[in-house]
């Protein structure tokens, strides 16, 4: 089974600053990726960024990058210069074997101007 | 890019009514994921399909049953509606670039169901 914790349900951060979102796991799967999805008010579920658990570097999309401590089991999403835009539910989740994925709790992320 | 459609956008029931959600997944794509989010919660794994067949189930229930056809749309059909349906639902689609995973799961708009 796996299990995805995220420790914070509200975050804030001011405009054009960079914001760090936790996400640490739990899987007994040796092959497994690691998700983060952002959901505005209006509802959709946008996929931000994937790391799988054999790459050894941190995946990187524009301004999104995920800090990976495989051995921590830790995922963190950091956006760097936060923009207005940005406020949304950012939500991390996990695929293993089962191929379905496995979802937090979710953060809420709202930048001020 | 052609994105993941799902019809209709919303959807008002009455319960103990029957409704029928659709989903086209993006092109060439041959998994199809089928989510429930509640108010204020993480969208939870229905079921899913590849190449037309079941491939994981969920938490489910019973009342709600979900197929693929030949040309890898799916169909959610979810009888005897109750209150606690109410929710969002989503589709997300995905390719199998190997045997074995992680794939990566493109979502659709959603469906937002409301049980009255």
């Known amino acids: 089974a796996q299990k995805i914790t995220q420790t914070q349900p509200g975050m804030f951060v001011q405009e054009k600053e960079a914001v760090t979102l936790d996400c640490t796991y739990d899987?007994?799967?040796?092959?497994?990726?690691l998700f983060w999805y952002k959901q505005p008010s209006s509802g959709e579920m946008i996929f931000l960024i994937y790391q799988g658990s054999y790459d050894e570097q941190n995946a990187t999309e524009g301004r999104y990058s995920l800090n990976f401590q495989k051995a921590r089991k830790s995922a963190n999403l950091v956006i760097s210069a936060s923009q207005l835009g940005d406020s949304a539910m950012y939500f991390c989740a996990i695929q293993g074997g089962s191929e379905k994925l496995v979802f937090g709790k979710g953060t809420k992320l709202t930048v001020n101007p | 890019a052609a994105g993941v459609i799902q019809s209709p956008r919303h959807l008002i029931k009455e319960k103990r009514e029957t409704a029928t959600l659709k989903c086209y997944p993006i092109p060439r794509h041959d998994t199809v994921y089928w989510y429930q989010q509640g108010p204020g919660q993480d969208p939870q794994f229905l079921i899913s399909?590849?190449?037309?067949?079941?491939?994981d189930k969920g938490s489910i229930p019973d009342r709600f049953s979900a197929q693929q056809f030949s040309d890898y749309h799916s169909e959610l059909n979810m009888s005897s509606l109750e209150l606690g349906d109410s929710a969002l639902y989503f589709c997300?689609?995905?390719?199998?670039?190997?045997?074995?995973?992680?794939?990566?799961?493109?979502f659709g708009p959603g469906t937002r169901l409301t049980v009255t």
């Open positions: 899987t007994s799967d040796q092959s497994y990726g």
């Open positions: 997300a689609s995905s390719l199998r670039t190997s045997a074995f995973g992680p794939y990566e799961q493109y």
């Open positions: 399909f590849y190449e037309k067949m079941q491939s």
